[in-house]
Protein backbone atom coordinates (compact mmCIF):
# COMPACT_ATOMS: atom_id res chain seq x y z
CA UNK A 1 0.00 0.00 0.00
CA UNK A 2 2.99 2.20 0.81
CA UNK A 3 4.51 1.55 -2.85
CA UNK A 4 1.53 2.37 -4.21
CA UNK A 5 1.16 5.55 -2.35
CA UNK A 6 4.84 6.73 -3.13
CA UNK A 7 3.96 5.53 -6.98
CA UNK A 8 1.27 7.41 -7.13
CA UNK A 9 2.83 10.79 -5.89
CA UNK A 10 5.96 9.86 -8.72
CA UNK A 11 3.22 10.21 -11.34
CA UNK A 12 1.71 13.09 -9.86
CA UNK A 13 5.06 14.67 -9.94
CA UNK A 14 5.63 13.68 -13.19
CA UNK A 15 2.45 14.94 -14.43
CA UNK A 16 3.12 18.60 -14.41
CA UNK A 17 6.48 18.27 -15.30
CA UNK A 18 5.14 16.50 -18.40
CA UNK A 19 2.39 18.66 -19.34
CA UNK A 20 4.80 21.67 -19.21
CA UNK A 21 6.88 19.61 -21.63
CA UNK A 22 4.16 18.82 -23.92
CA UNK A 23 2.61 22.59 -23.55
CA UNK A 24 5.94 23.96 -24.56
CA UNK A 25 6.30 21.32 -27.69
CA UNK A 26 3.57 22.67 -28.94
CA UNK A 27 4.08 26.07 -28.35
CA UNK A 28 7.59 25.57 -30.14
CA UNK A 29 5.83 23.61 -32.93
CA UNK A 30 3.51 26.61 -33.43
CA UNK A 31 6.47 28.97 -33.39
CA UNK A 32 8.22 26.88 -36.02
CA UNK A 33 5.14 26.82 -38.23
CA UNK A 34 4.15 30.26 -37.69
CA UNK A 35 8.27 30.97 -39.17
CA UNK A 36 7.81 28.74 -42.08
CA UNK A 37 4.86 30.50 -43.23
CA UNK A 38 6.48 33.48 -42.88
CA UNK A 39 9.71 32.45 -44.73
CA UNK A 40 7.04 31.37 -47.01
CA UNK A 41 5.74 34.74 -47.91
CA UNK A 42 9.12 36.49 -48.27
CA UNK A 43 9.87 33.51 -50.47
CA UNK A 44 6.90 34.77 -52.87
CA UNK A 45 7.90 38.78 -52.47
CA UNK A 46 11.89 38.10 -53.43
CA UNK A 47 11.02 35.70 -55.93
CA UNK A 48 8.90 38.77 -57.53
CA UNK A 49 11.17 40.52 -57.64
CA UNK A 50 13.83 38.42 -59.01
CA UNK A 51 11.31 37.70 -61.51
CA UNK A 52 11.04 41.62 -62.24
CA UNK A 53 14.93 41.92 -62.04
CA UNK A 54 15.38 39.19 -64.97
CA UNK A 55 13.05 41.35 -67.16
CA UNK A 56 14.77 44.29 -66.26
CA UNK A 57 18.57 42.71 -66.60
CA UNK A 58 17.53 41.27 -70.23
CA UNK A 59 16.50 44.51 -71.19
CA UNK A 60 19.57 46.29 -69.96
CA UNK A 61 22.45 43.80 -69.99
CA UNK A 62 24.24 45.22 -67.14
CA UNK A 63 26.44 43.58 -65.07
CA UNK A 64 24.53 44.88 -61.65
CA UNK A 65 21.56 43.59 -62.68
CA UNK A 66 23.71 40.58 -63.26
CA UNK A 67 25.18 40.85 -59.41
CA UNK A 68 21.77 41.90 -58.41
CA UNK A 69 19.86 38.86 -59.72
CA UNK A 70 22.50 36.33 -58.40
CA UNK A 71 22.03 38.03 -55.14
CA UNK A 72 18.50 37.97 -54.71
CA UNK A 73 18.57 34.16 -56.08
CA UNK A 74 21.09 33.38 -53.24
CA UNK A 75 18.75 35.35 -50.47
CA UNK A 76 16.12 33.00 -51.49
CA UNK A 77 18.51 29.76 -51.19
CA UNK A 78 19.18 30.93 -47.47
CA UNK A 79 16.10 30.77 -47.06
CA UNK A 80 15.28 27.77 -48.57
CA UNK A 81 17.35 26.22 -46.34
CA UNK A 82 15.92 27.88 -43.31
CA UNK A 83 12.38 26.38 -44.33
CA UNK A 84 14.02 22.70 -44.83
CA UNK A 85 16.10 23.28 -41.31
CA UNK A 86 12.48 23.79 -39.71
CA UNK A 87 10.76 21.01 -41.23
CA UNK A 88 13.93 18.66 -39.85
CA UNK A 89 13.55 20.55 -36.25
CA UNK A 90 9.90 19.31 -36.85
CA UNK A 91 10.36 15.88 -37.72
CA UNK A 92 12.95 14.97 -35.47
CA UNK A 93 12.53 17.17 -32.61
CA UNK A 94 15.97 17.85 -32.62
CA UNK A 95 18.64 20.66 -33.75
CA UNK A 96 21.02 20.03 -36.67
CA UNK A 97 24.14 21.58 -36.76
CA UNK A 98 24.70 21.20 -41.00
CA UNK A 99 22.13 23.56 -42.40
CA UNK A 100 23.32 26.34 -40.72
CA UNK A 101 26.90 26.05 -41.40
CA UNK A 102 25.35 25.50 -45.06
CA UNK A 103 23.25 28.79 -44.39
CA UNK A 104 26.38 30.73 -43.21
CA UNK A 105 28.53 29.54 -46.19
CA UNK A 106 25.72 30.87 -48.51
CA UNK A 107 25.28 34.03 -46.95
CA UNK A 108 29.07 34.50 -46.95
CA UNK A 109 29.90 33.73 -50.20
CA UNK A 110 26.73 36.27 -51.11
CA UNK A 111 28.69 38.95 -49.46
CA UNK A 112 31.67 38.02 -51.14
CA UNK A 113 29.63 38.66 -54.47
CA UNK A 114 28.59 42.65 -53.10
CA UNK A 115 32.05 43.25 -51.95
CA UNK A 116 33.50 42.24 -55.18
CA UNK A 117 31.17 44.31 -57.21
CA UNK A 118 32.25 46.89 -54.91
CA UNK A 119 35.79 46.97 -55.50
CA UNK A 120 35.04 47.44 -59.53
CA UNK A 121 32.77 50.33 -58.89
CA UNK A 122 34.80 51.88 -55.92
CA UNK A 123 38.03 51.49 -58.53
CA UNK A 124 35.91 53.14 -61.37
CA UNK A 125 35.39 56.13 -58.51
CA UNK A 126 38.50 56.34 -57.55
CA UNK A 127 38.04 55.12 -53.98
CA UNK A 128 41.18 53.63 -51.57
CA UNK A 129 39.63 49.96 -51.85
CA UNK A 130 41.88 48.90 -48.43
CA UNK A 131 38.48 48.34 -46.32
CA UNK A 132 36.97 46.38 -48.82
CA UNK A 133 40.21 44.03 -49.51
CA UNK A 134 40.31 43.52 -45.70
CA UNK A 135 36.68 42.58 -45.44
CA UNK A 136 37.46 39.77 -48.29
CA UNK A 137 40.13 38.70 -46.97
CA UNK A 138 38.23 38.42 -43.55
CA UNK A 139 35.30 36.73 -45.87
CA UNK A 140 37.85 34.36 -47.17
CA UNK A 141 38.58 33.13 -43.47
CA UNK A 142 35.52 32.57 -42.46
CA UNK A 143 34.52 30.45 -45.44
CA UNK A 144 37.48 28.19 -44.83
CA UNK A 145 36.55 28.06 -41.36
CA UNK A 146 32.67 26.96 -41.88
CA UNK A 147 33.84 24.46 -44.32
CA UNK A 148 35.95 23.13 -41.65
CA UNK A 149 33.32 23.13 -39.18
CA UNK A 150 30.93 21.80 -41.83
CA UNK A 151 33.17 19.07 -42.47
CA UNK A 152 33.59 18.29 -39.02
CA UNK A 153 30.30 17.74 -38.22
CA UNK A 154 29.55 15.49 -40.94
CA UNK A 155 32.64 13.34 -39.94
CA UNK A 156 31.57 13.29 -36.45
CA UNK A 157 27.68 13.14 -36.77
CA UNK A 158 28.65 9.68 -38.63
CA UNK A 159 26.41 10.22 -41.54
CA UNK A 160 27.69 12.59 -44.59
CA UNK A 161 24.95 11.80 -46.64
CA UNK A 162 22.17 11.85 -44.25
CA UNK A 163 21.32 15.76 -44.65
CA UNK A 164 21.17 15.70 -48.46
CA UNK A 165 19.17 11.95 -48.72
CA UNK A 166 15.72 14.49 -47.77
Do not use: C
Not at 4 to 25: H, I, M
Not at 85 to 112: D, K, M, N, Y
Not at 140 to 158: D, M, P, Q
Amino acid sequence: MADQRRTSKAANRRGPVESARSALRLVEIGLDLTLAAVLMVAVLIIGGEVLHEIVVGLQSGSIEAALKILDRVLLLFIIAELIYTLRISLARSQLILEPFLIIGLVAVVRRILIATAQVEQWLVAGREISPLLYELGALAGLVLSLAIALSLARKHSGRSSDYEAD
